[in-house]
């Protein structure tokens, strides 16, 4: 579990829906519902669900995912 792991070095190569869980801070079904949509790069071992450390991290690194701000009003 990525409790165990200090830095992104240090994560496994194979994160699976708990790890993507707590990276992103999201509730159990969000993460499920993350790793079920199509833009997602899930691989599906029988039944379980994985990600490689390495598309999660491109995936994330998307332009499409950056943060979109709202102004603020004074």
Request: charged content about 30%; hydrophobic content about 40%; cysteine-free.
């Amino acid at each position: 579990m990525i409790d165990d792991y200090s830095s992104w070095e240090s994560l496994p190569l194979i994160l699976q829906a708990k790890d993507v869980q707590m990276i992103l801070g999201i509730s159990k079904g969000k993460t499920y519902e993350l790793m079920n949509s199509a833009d997602f790069p899930t691989i599906y071992l029988n039944k379980r669900m994985v990600v490689s450390k390495d598309k999660f991290y491109e995936w994330l690194n998307q332009d499409n995912r950056k943060i979109k701000r709202r102004a603020i009003y004074v």
